[in-house]
T-cell receptor
Framework: QKEVEQNSGPLSVPEGAIASLNCTYSDRGSQSFFWYRQYSGKSPELIMSIYSNGDKEDGRFTAQLNKASQYVSLLIRDSQPSDSATYLCAVRKAAGNKLTFGGGTRVLVKP | SAVISQKPSRDICQRGTSLTIQCQVD?????MFWYRQQPGQSLTLIAT?????????ESGFVIDKFPISRPNLTFSTLTVSNMSPEDSSIYLC????????????FGPGTRLTVL
């Protein structure tokens, strides 16, 4: 079992729809959870961090965390073609520790 | 967040040679890390660069192949030694601490091709 798992996609969504990305992790000691966006040929860009169970909203992005189910998700509302990218889920045990990345989900937003 | 630069941005190297990649941050940071991203793959941590002491390497990565320096709180280097085509990857540094509290931010990456 991989430490962090994501559906590789591609996840194809029409413009204006909600994109829903999922991530599961195996280490119950994980405390911090991150979503990075990576455009082709570019480095990962941090878009969301979440540390407590529940929802966290930032603009069109909502991260959801359920530690009991070892599950973290990212919702992208009103998806735009510019949201087309690979989204990487990352987890870690504590601040200053290494990040463990999932394989990434490729999202395609079609006009 | 901190401004991170890497040099070179890309390079094409011959088998058996070595390349040193530099990572510079515009402010002092606590942690610096080096990752590798092979074509079509996700990120894998190579090592944590420790200021003033030897780097901490992840399983599968060794100091002889990937020597790392971190002379101060704003600068680190990663050397890819005795390169083979399998070393063709994007190499990324990331930082945490200082202005980047509890979160890691990535530099622009170095795209390495080994012939």
């Amino acid at each position: 079992q991989k430490e962090v798992e994501q559906n590789s996609g591609p996840l194809s969504v029409p413009e204006g729809a909600i994109a829903s990305l999922n991530c599961t992790y195996s280490d119950r000691g994980s405390q911090s959870f991150f979503w990075y966006r990576q455009y082709s040929g570019k480095s990962p860009e941090l878009i969301m961090s979440i540390y407590s169970n529940g929802d966290k909203e930032d603009g069109r992005f909502t991260a959801q965390l359920n530690k009991a189910s070892q599950y973290v998700s990212l919702l992208i509302r009103d998806s735009q073609p510019s949201d087309s990218a690979t989204y990487l889920c990352a987890v870690r045990k504590a601040a200053g520790n290494k990040l463990t990345f999932g394989g990434g989900t490729r999202v395609l937003v079609k006009p | 967040s901190a401004v991170i630069s890497q040099k070179p941005s890309r390079d094409i190297c011959q088998r058996g040679t070595s390349l040193t990649i530099q990572c510079q941050v515009d402010s002092q940071v606590t942690m610096m890390f080096w990752y590798r991203q092979q074509p079509g793959q996700s990120l894998t941590l190579i090592a944590t660069a420790n200021q003033g002491s030897e780097a901490t390497y992840e399983s599968g990565f060794v100091i002889d192949k990937f020597p790392i320096s971190r002379p101060n709180l704003t600068f680190s280097t990663l050397t890819v030694s005795n390169m083979s085509p399998e070393d063709s990857s994007i190499y990324l540094c990331s930082v945490e601490g200082g202005r980047a509290v509890n979160e890691q931010f990535f530099g622009p990456g170095t795209r390495l091709t080994v012939l």
